[in-house]
């Protein structure tokens, strides 16, 4: 399993926001996207989860371009946005249940219990402080599980901790033959992490 | 198959757990109907006139109140992203919405109009009519609104928007729905009124879902 990335360019709104932008990921690595706001992190995760069409260049799951066979790469990869995706009104469990019949279904309690939600587990998210849901958003990579992970700030505002329990899921999870592309601010310090700097590819014409 | 019954049994758990939906277009139909028999005047003939239009202008704006959050609620949590994901194609995703709109906020519209049919002195044939009339012309409520919806996801105070490019539409339905009411009052055939609101339904269910598709993926862009 490997994901390429060719001479992506990404156009907001008339404004170049990064070009001729290329990376590849096989399994068993972590791809640490990294750059200043506005560099264009979240919208290149959102290019690899479809989200957004480039305005050039091509994604590519096992050498086959994903807009051939968007299908075929839907089932692979478990996008986490910077929003939560939770309803308040529903509580940790039912929300990861609905997520988890809706893309796959498997053992959401192993996802809260992996999570160290438990004890949360049924009360409504809406009570919930934001590193809470956060993990709850989190869990969803264990109860709906996918070899590519695109994690769009998966650790702000988590606490030292849990941040370390993160880690240690993404490392079980790469071991494991999985492989992810994530972005942060922090430096997670992940030794099989390698890094894509999106600092400087803004193409000539930028602003 | 699965998957779109669990996502319209979701948006309807969401619509009772939060409550507010359900109440508050009920309630906004109830008070904008009854303003009519204040407004107009206690005379029985007047209103027995008006009554089928009055209904159907109600429903229509109740519906109104509704639809910007058939796709706004999901849209701000960043569900709506994690739903155009999933491997149910986004036409079927935006009909389970569609579907639970219309469970939601216009089936309750249709089973309190007998009561208020009766406040605007509509004789029995023309309640049957009225309820007849919804229940096949409303669908075409929550689809065509569920375009506009789309449309107007991304922007803030959407709502004034979406109501002037989903009302013009609602037209066609509107005078239908009206004359079928009207002709079962006069004792005359509805048939061919049921049938046009029928068509109407059925022909925004094929275009409309893919419609709202198109608007939801531009919108996630």
Redesign the interface.
């Known amino acids: 399993m490997s994901l390429t990335a060719t001479n992506l360019r990404c156009i907001r709104q008339d404004r170049l926001i990064f070009n001729g932008l290329g990376f590849s990921l096989k399994v068993g690595e972590i791809l640490w996207v990294q750059g200043r706001n506005g560099a264009g992190k979240s919208s290149l995760l959102r290019m690899v989860a479809g989200l957004l069409k480039p305005a050039l260049g091509e994604i590519k799951w096992n050498g086959i371009s994903v807009k051939d066979d968007p299908d075929g790469f839907q089932d692979q990869f478990r996008y986490i946005g910077h929003q939560e995706a939770l309803k308040p009104v529903l509580t940790a469990r039912e929300n990861l249940q609905f997520w988890a019949d809706f893309s796959g279904n498997h053992d959401v309690s192993a996802a809260l219990k992996e999570f160290d939600l438990e004890k949360i587990a049924d009360s409504p998210v809406g009570i919930m402080s934001a590193g809470q849901k956060k993990r709850t958003n989190l869990a969803r990579l264990i109860s709906s599980p996918a070899p590519l992970w695109v994690l769009d700030e998966p650790v702000s505002s988590l606490d030292t901790h849990y941040i370390d329990l993160f880690k240690r899921q993404l490392e079980k999870h790469v071991a494991a033959g999985g492989m992810a592309l994530l972005a942060t601010h922090q430096d997670l310090n992940l030794p099989s992490s390698r890094k894509l700097d999106l600092d400087g590819t803004r193409g000539q014409n930028s602003e | 198959m ?2 779109f019954a ?2 319209v049994l ?1 948006d309807i ?2 619509a009772v ?2 409550g507010s939906a359900f109440t508050m277009t009920l309630s906004f139909f109830v008070v904008a109907v009854t303003l009519y028999p204040l407004g107009v005047g206690p005379e029985l003939n007047i209103l027995a006139r008006i009554g089928p239009g009055v209904l159907w202008v109600g429903a229509l704006l109740s519906c109104l109140l509704t639809l910007d959050r058939i796709f706004q609620a999901d849209f ?4 709506l ?8 194609p986004v036409e079927l995703m935006a009909l389970a919405k569609i579907i639970a709109h219309w469970l939601t906020s216009v089936v309750p519209l249709i089973l309190i109009t007998p009561i208020l049919a009766v406040s605007l002195n509509m004789p029995a044939d023309g309640i049957w009519a009225m309820m007849l009339a919804l229940l096949v012309g409303s669908p075409v409520l929550s689809l065509i609104g569920a375009v506009g919806a789309g449309l107007t996801v991304g922007m803030r105070r959407g709502g004034v928007l979406l109501s002037l490019l989903v009302l013009p539409l609602y037209i066609p339905v509107l005078i239908f729905g009206v004359a079928a009411v009207e002709a079962a009052i006069a004792v005359l055939p509805m048939g061919p009124h049921i049938l046009l609101l029928a068509g109407f339904s059925l022909g925004a269910l094929v275009v409309c879902p893919v419609a709202a598709a198109a608007a939801l993926r531009l919108a ?2």
Request: glycine share 8%.
């Open positions: 699965n998957k669990n996502l979701r758990r969401l757990r939060q701000e949590d960043g569900s992203d994690q739903l155009m994901l999933g491997s149910l996630v862009e």
